[in-house]
């Protein structure tokens, strides 16, 4: 291979990974900072249609790119669990309210003991990919009634 198309090459694959490299280190892990919080109502709803609905409180600071709070539940299984809806949230370091909806596990889900992970997530920009980081995670044990 001649050496000004392989010099050319790779200058582009380091341009390449230049674009993509983070700006600023990406953050990982339970929590951005202790005023960042998620909490979990102990009771869940079930509508006699099958809605299940679970809410809480949030508290985020500092997001760059679009910020929700989502929220699964699990039931007598420790490695099946369902996904019940999205909030977008507000990062501006004051306590708000979540709710979320989702009808997807009706004929699986039943009253009684549950147990319901919430997470605060912002797509993150970094380079050129939104890239997911953890403002707070919670996993609570909470009862799940009809409504």
């Given at each position: 291979m001649p050496l000004r198309p392989?010099?050319?090459t790779a200058a582009?694959?380091?341009l390449l990974l230049l674009v993509a490299a983070p700006s600023a280190p990406a953050h990982s892990g339970?929590?951005?900072g202790p005023e960042e919080i998620v909490t979990i109502d102990n009771t869940g709803r079930m509508a006699a249609d099958g809605t299940v609905t679970l809410s809480g409180t949030y508290?985020?600071?500092d997001s760059v790119g679009p910020v929700f709070v989502s929220s699964s539940i699990s039931q007598r299984s420790e490695t099946v669990r369902y996904a019940i809806g999205g909030t977008s949230a507000v990062c501006d370091g004051k306590l708000h309210r979540w709710e979320n909806k989702s009808k997807s596990a009706a004929t699986?889900?039943?009253?009684g003991k549950s147990d319901v992970e919430a997470t605060i997530v912002e797509l993150h920009p970094v380079g050129i990919l939104p890239l997911p980081r953890f403002?707070?995670?919670l996993k609570e044990n909470i009862t799940l009634s009809k409504a």
């Open positions: 392989a010099l050319a582009c694959a380091a339970a929590a951005a508290r985020c600071v699986t889900l039943k009253s403002h707070a995670l």
